[in-house]
């Protein structure tokens, strides 16, 4: 049972572009949901976070915005840059018990 | 942002043996985690350290092969034990830290330890 999806496992973007990754989600007790972008053989880095009473939250060139009726997260990057090229994990939790439920990744590659 | 230590980052481990992972964190923290990636996988929730008791399993994880301790509030060791080649992943430990977000904390992870059973 998949609770957290990420049905595109790769995306290329061209630099200085917007990189645009999704995630969709099944359990409704989900309320607050990061993203993490990993190198291989390395751990997981915090990205940005969102907690469902909020539909868009930014960081710099990161922004997540949430569809809490569609079950569904997107992490827009703009622009691209060609050290954002990783593995990029959605995650879930549920009533703050902190423990996450991963998607599957989406390896972005910006090419120059 | 938390730093999460672990060691040893990366072993080659003979098939039969058992290897203990450390994990320390630079504050106290409530919550800490052991997560484990197979190649090619996603991460994957193996148990929650709770400080002075018993860690609690996730379906799949059992004490026997994966016995946690967590001695302390910044401290926690993950052993795999009787390791098979099937055991060959990253295994990640990471902490709950509050950032002020409702209502939940930041999960911060640390680098990982990769092992490799032959």
């Known amino acids: 049972d998949q609770q957290v999806k990420q049905n595109s496992p790769s995306l290329s973007v061209q630099e200085g572009r917007i990189s645009i990754l999704n995630c969709d989600y099944t359990?409704?007790?989900?309320?607050?949901f990061l993203w993490y972008k990993k190198y291989p053989a390395e751990g997981p880095t915090f990205l940005i976070s969102?907690?469902?009473?909020?539909d868009k939250n930014e960081d710099g060139r990161f922004t997540v915005f949430l569809n809490k009726s569609a079950k569904h997260l997107s992490l827009h990057i703009v622009p691209s840059q060609p050290g954002d090229s990783a593995v990029y994990f959605c995650?879930?939790?549920?009533?703050?018990?902190?423990?996450?439920?991963f998607g599957q990744g989406t390896r972005l590659t910006i090419n120059p | 942002s938390a730093v999460i230590s672990q060691k040893p980052s990366r072993d080659i481990c003979q098939r039969g043996t058992s290897l203990t992972i450390q994990c320390q964190v630079d504050?106290?923290?409530?919550?800490m985690f052991w997560y484990r990636q197979q190649p090619g996988q996603s991460l994957t929730l193996i148990a929650t350290?709770?400080?002075?008791?018993?860690?609690?399993?996730e379906s799949g994880f059992v004490i026997d092969k994966f016995p946690i301790s967590r001695p302390n509030l910044t401290f926690s060791t993950l052993t795999v034990s009787n390791m098979s080649p099937e055991d060959s992943s990253i295994y990640l430990c990471?902490?709950?830290?509050?950032?002020?977000?409702?209502?939940?904390?930041?999960?911060?992870f640390g680098e990982g330890s990769w092992l490799t059973v032959v």
């Open positions: 995650a879930a939790s549920a009533g703050g018990a902190q423990k996450l439920v």
């Open positions: 504050s106290q923290v409530t919550m």
């Open positions: 969102i907690s469902s009473i909020k």
């Open positions: 990471s902490a709950s830290i509050y950032r002020g977000v409702r209502p939940g904390n930041t999960i911060y």
């Open positions: 350290a709770n400080q002075g008791s018993e860690a609690t399993y």
């Open positions: 359990n409704s007790m989900f309320d607050y």
